[in-house]
């Protein structure tokens, strides 16, 4: 990246102008920018060990949590200051936040609120209230968080629980996206997440987002996929049709093939499985499950969240491939990892019985989960159109340098971020204008909101005016990025800096 180059603020000025009038120019509901959240490791409220999720923060003045993203619940929930005492979670005290209702001036007890997630939660009981929650959005590591507050939201105080008690509610029935379109903070009621790879388990160090109302569009690349939304706690539906294994010396081995598989149905041509952040290692029907295992020596471990072990160390790559053609492949890291662990669930041995087939498979429904979600990014929109909803599926950017971030309207499909031509700029200055163009975008997204918000039919000149006048907002930005070149958050906000975190210990 350029260091502190010459750069001209008038051509800045321009691409700012040329940004902001086609924005303004929008349909009325795709005008409203998306809230993008990181996803990644930070320091949260009352505890010493860093957590991985999306910045949100939780009563006045805010207490900062790392909420895991849940597809299925449609109720955020944070917990509460008794949760590791009531739990038996182990290392529950190194894990999520604490939320303490008492400083909080603005917290509110709710004691009748009829809660939208429908199935019985057996795993966590709590109480609902209504309080402040902070979407904090972070473009840039020089730039302070930018909150998006919403203010008298009901979640949950998790008391006890033996599953997450952090959690970011993004559901099929999400009150949270519901309350941001009602107020009209997000223009659908929809998301995009990429769960990146620096939880624990994964072991990696990619961070990811999650964008309310929108998607980033320099996040992904290829085709996108289209799906069909059902409905429930499961609401996103694939049809896995094949799993292959990819073999260190280039050969491969689908765990679908009948000619080498003998204990497959006749009639197998690949499982119906469901999309889930709700555990790490994926769930195949106990026929596949067992196939993997005999060709690659798989056997089950003692890791709490099920995965299968194997026996030596392992290479290759494992593909997942849908019908339709999305395929993708987990790194050799995620198929076998240091701990020569698997993302693949262990079935119990009585499910692996000769009778076993697919149809009466008691593991069901199978599950493409998180370790999968490390290689995707998923865009969902629960508003799409009169035919039915969609999600899409595209091969995520893991090392994406930008962030553009863009509104999800209804009936449009959605596209990915072409980067400017080279021939454009100078060599020199490409990296400090794109990243400059790009400090433009997260000020065109504060700017929009405020014209948006309280001067909806603003006209192009006045826009301009603004332009103008913010030139010198554009300035510092640019200077604060120059050197980064606009470079993706790495998250390291004051409040993540482990002197912030000694200071409070
Ligand atoms: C778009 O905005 C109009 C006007 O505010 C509103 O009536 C309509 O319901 C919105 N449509 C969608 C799909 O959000
Ligand atoms: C992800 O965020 C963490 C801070 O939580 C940071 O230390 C790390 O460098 C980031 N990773 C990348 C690839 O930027
Ligand atoms: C979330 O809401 C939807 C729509 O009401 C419902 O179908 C689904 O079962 C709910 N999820 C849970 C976990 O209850
Ligand atoms: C939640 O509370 C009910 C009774 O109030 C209890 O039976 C159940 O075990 C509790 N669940 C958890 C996870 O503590
Ligand atoms: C492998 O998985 C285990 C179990 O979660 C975890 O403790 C370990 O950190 C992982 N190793 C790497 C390198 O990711
Ligand atoms: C997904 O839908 C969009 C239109 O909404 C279409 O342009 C695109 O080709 C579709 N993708 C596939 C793979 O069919
Ligand atoms: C498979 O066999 C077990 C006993 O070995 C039996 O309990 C079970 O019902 C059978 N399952 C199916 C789908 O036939
Ligand atoms: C929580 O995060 C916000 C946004 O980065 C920051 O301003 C605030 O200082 C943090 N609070 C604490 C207690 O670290
Ligand atoms: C205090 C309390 O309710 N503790 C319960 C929390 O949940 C576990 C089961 O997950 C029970 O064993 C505890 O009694």
Known sequence: MATRQPYSHRLLVHLLILVLSSTTAWAFNC?????????????????????????????????NQSLWVSLKSNETSVAGQDFCANSNIPDCSSRGAYFETGPSTSFTPLNDYKTNDIAPDTDANGSFAQDTIHLYTHYFQSDPAWDNPVTNFPFRVTTNGSTIADRLGLGYGSTLLQRL???????????????????????????????????????????VYNYSIGSGEYPFGVRVSDVVVNNPDGSTQSLLDRTKFSNLP?????????????QYPMVFPAEVTKNFMSYLNAEPSDSPDGSLKLKNPFQGTLS??????????????????????????????????????????????????????????????????????????????????????????????????????????????????????????????????????????????????????????????????????????????????????????
């Open 31 to 63: 005008s409203i920018p998306p809230i993008y959240v990181d996803i990644h490791k930070r320091a949260v409220h009352g505890m010493v060990a860093f957590q991985y999720g999306a910045f949100v923060g939780a009563g006045t003045p805010a207490q």
């Open 181 to 223: 379109y009602n107020t009209g903070m997000v223009a659908s009621r929809s998301f995009s997440l990429y769960i990146g790879t620096g939880m624990d388990r994964a072991g990696g160090v990619i961070n990811g987002s999650v964008t309310l109302g929108g998607y980033d569009s320099a996040r992904f690349t290829g085709t």
């Open 266 to 278: 006749s009639d197998f041509t690949g499982f119906d499985a469901k999309i889930s952040t709700e």
């Open 320 to 505: 997942i491939v849908l019908e339709g053609g999305f395929s993708v492949t987990l790194p050799k890291e995620t198929v076998s990892n240091v701990s020569n662990l698997t993302p693949i669930a262990a079935t119990q041995s009585s499910t692996i019985s000769k009778n076993n087939t697919v149809k009466g498979d008691p593991q069901s429904p199978f599950l493409l989960t998180t370790a999968w979600l490390s290689q995707v990014y998923m865009m969902v929109n629960y508003d799409a159109d009169q035919s039915g909803a969609f999600f899409h599926l595209a091969q995520v950017v893991q090392s994406a340098p930008y962030i553009i971030p863009k509104t999800t309207c209804p009936r449009v499909a959605v596209a990915a971020y072409v980067p400017p031509q080279k021939s454009f700029m100078t060599a020199g200055l490409v990296g400090a204008i794109v990243g400059a163009v790009v400090a433009g975008l997260a000020l065109v997204t504060v700017l929009s909101c405020v014209v948006l918000r309280w001067r909806r039919n603003v006209a192009r000149e006045k826009a301009m005016k603004e332009a103008a006048e913010i030139e010198k907002g554009i300035e510092m930005t640019v200077k604060g990025s120059i050197g980064r070149g606009g470079e993706r958050d790495s998250g390291s906000e004051a409040s993540d800096e482990p002197t912030a975190e000694k200071s409070r210990a």
